[in-house]
């Protein structure tokens, strides 16, 4: 990928060019983290210029809850940011959320064990938590984890996070008696639909028939990674905002935004340490990945 040397990156984004009253004082964080962004390509940077009032705003992230598909103005020209916890360590974890904190984006979580941080995730304004679900074990019929039953596994989380109204099952795993069944335990969004943006599809939300209202979501920081093998190429969460007109739901983890996953070998070979916040620091990657990504996303969200 080209880099823009600093001064150029410097001249050229929209941070410098935007409007003059943000109604938010740019942090020195924010600058740090700007200098973080030069990664993107000259390509992209031009393709944001003329388009600067579609960039993506803090004020239009909105929590997936809020979405009414009878009201397009809970979601049309907003964003939605959301994190899969997917068991990480604590110190991955408090990672993204002084990432998002910092910036005053609004995400919902999706929730998989008891941490104590789940106490200053529901103290932040801007955060909704929701549940993610393992079925896989269940599928499998292996590692179930004592749960004998879907059922199960959902009230064990809806007792952790009882007011979750939204979910996303680890692995994405879905069927009708599953959506079903979180409706019965009090869910009402589900984001279970990944609808890559390389198909170039437009999403909307729908209603189901049994009430619950389905998000889909069109990128996710692991699959970005599995796409690029392929010949479908993904679109970046930036990019999103220059040539996406549907539903925009972005999706990252916490241990790959702390490891700044550029491909999920490295993800994989850690393994053995992925409860080891102190370690995984250790294997961060030192170029443009996952998290330069996200606070690529932030940033511009912020200075917008
Ligand atoms: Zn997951």
């Known amino acids: ?33 700007l200098g973080v962004s030069a990664g993107i390509s000259p390509r992209i940077i031009s393709s944001m210029e003329p388009q600067e009032q579609s960039m993506p705003s803090r004020r239009d992230a909105a929590t997936i809850s809020s979405i009414d598909v009878r009201k ?25 959320i002084d990432l998002l904190q910092s910036h005053g984006v609004a995400s919902t979580w999706m929730i998989t064990h008891e941490t104590p941080l789940l106490s200053e995730l529901r103290r932040a304004s801007e955060v909704e938590l929701g549940i993610h679900p393992n079925f896989n074990g269940l599928l499998e019929g292996h590692d179930t984890r004592g749960f004998s039953s879907a059922s199960a596994v959902i009230e064990n989380l809806v007792a952790l996070v009882p007011e979750a109204k939204v979910v996303r099952s680890h692995s994405v795993a879905q069927s009708s008696p599953l959506l079903d069944l979180c ?12 609808i890559p943006s390389g198909s170039a599809n437009i999403c909307a939300p729908w209603k189901s028939w049994n009430g619950m209202t ?12 599995l796409y690029e093998a392929t010949d479908q190429r993904e679109i970046t969460p930036l990019e999103i905002y220059t040539s996406y007109k549907g539903i925009v739901v972005i999706n990252f983890h916490p241990i790959h935004v702390y490891l700044n996953t550029e491909k999920l070998e490295r993800y994989e070979s850690l393994r053995r340490i992925h409860q080891n916040g102190r370690e995984l620091l250790k294997h961060r990657y030192e170029g443009y990945g996952t998290r330069n990504r996200l606070i690529d996303l932030l940033s511009m969200a912020v200075a917008s």
């Open 1 to 33: 990928m080209l880099i823009l040397p600093p001064a150029e990156l410097a001249i050229r984004t929209p941070i410098n060019n935007g409007p003059k009253n943000w109604g938010h004082a740019r942090s020195a964080r924010v600058e740090r983290t």
């Open 72 to 96: 397009p103005e809970s979601w049309m020209h907003r964003w939605f940011l959301t994190i899969d916890v997917d068991w990480a360590p604590d110190e991955a974890i408090a990672d993204t």
């Open 183 to 194: 409706a019965e335990h009090g869910l009402s969004h589900d984001v279970n639909m990944f």
């Open 214 to 225: 389905r998000v889909p979501y069109i990128w996710e920081d692991d699959v970005w990674c």
